[in-house]
């Protein structure tokens, strides 16, 4: 994936993440500064799905959104989250700091909980 933000380089490998899961579409991984016991960022690999923010969706990436939401649904229901926080950060004005779309999970179940109850 071409690009030069912080999430670019982690798609590429050339920064280290600790990367919870990741498919051909998608990957997630642990926010270095979590706001909540377990903070996830959720991100769109494919070039063809890179969107800076919100803000520059069109009708070719307004699928986007939906694909990071659809995920984190299936991540909650395989690690038995039950509730969990989504969000958006869309500009600097609403806090947005990296410029590559990415959906925060929040949960105040952590993951290792529910990875070592098994
Ligand atoms: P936002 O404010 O929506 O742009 O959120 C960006 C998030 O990325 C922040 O919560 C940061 O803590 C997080 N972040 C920045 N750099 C890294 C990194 N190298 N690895 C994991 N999370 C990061």
Redesign the pocket.
């Known amino acids: 994936m071409v690009g030069t933000t912080?999430f670019h380089k982690?798609v590429r490998r050339e920064?280290p993440?600790d990367i919870v899961f990741e498919d051909d579409d998608i990957m997630v991984?642990?926010?270095?500064?979590p706001k909540a016991p377990l903070h996830l960022?959720f991100i769109a690999k494919r070039d063809e799905d890179f969107v800076p923010s919100i803000d520059d969706l069109t009708e070719k990436t307004a699928h986007v959104p939906g694909l990071l939401i659809r995920k984190a649904q299936q991540f909650a229901r395989e690690h038995g989250i039950k509730g969990y926080q989504l969000r958006f950060?869309v500009g600097k004005d609403g806090?947005?700091?990296?410029f590559y779309l990415?959906l925060?999970f929040l949960s105040n179940q952590k993951l290792e909980q529910q990875q070592s109850e098994r």
Do not use: N, S, T, Y
Not at 29 to 33: A, G, L, R, S
């Open positions: 912080i982690i920064i993440a991984f642990k926010d270095i500064h960022l950060h806090g947005q700091e990296v990415h925060h």
